[in-house]
């Protein structure tokens, strides 16, 4: 810290801190003018020395500006509008093969269900975040020593 690095790469830095040590660390942090990225599991500390947050999550990397409760409020507003909109889709989805089922075979609505088909063809289809981490299929028992 005392070297003026370009950047700083912290993880857990409040770990094993006392209360004065994770202040003074905390102050550091606000007035240090370069870059540094940093991992915690502290969120109040997290709150008082973020203002950016990265956030990956499927391959995909998204710029929250703001604390992490903001980027939390955030984070879930968006997820909550993409499984509605996928929800939406899926109901959009059914409902036209659907109507091609029905009406592919017919000579009067064959037409229709063709046009119906392309647009199913063309869509893109949302895909919702998948669950990395199943608490289901970890063990909590441990063979003794």
Do not use: C
């Amino acid at each position: 810290l005392f070297g003026n690095p370009d950047i700083l790469l912290l993880d857990e830095p409040t770990n094993y801190l006392d209360v004065q040590h994770i202040e003074w660390l905390k102050r550091y942090l606000q007035d240090y003018e370069n870059a540094f990225i940093l991992i915690s599991h502290d969120i109040p500390f997290l709150n008082s020395v973020v203002n950016l947050i990265y956030h990956m999550e499927n391959q995909k990397l998204d710029r929250y500006v703001g604390d992490y409760d903001r980027f939390m409020e955030v984070y879930e507003m968006k997820k909550s509008q993409l499984e509605a909109a996928y929800n939406r889709q899926q109901a959009e989805i059914a409902k036209l093969q659907d109507f091609v089922a029905r009406n592919k075979a017919r000579v009067a609505t064959r037409n229709m269900a063709m046009s119906r088909q392309k647009k199913l063809d063309k869509m893109e289809v949302i895909e919702l975040a998948k669950e990395t981490f199943q608490t289901s299929s970890v063990s909590d028992e441990f063979p003794q020593a």
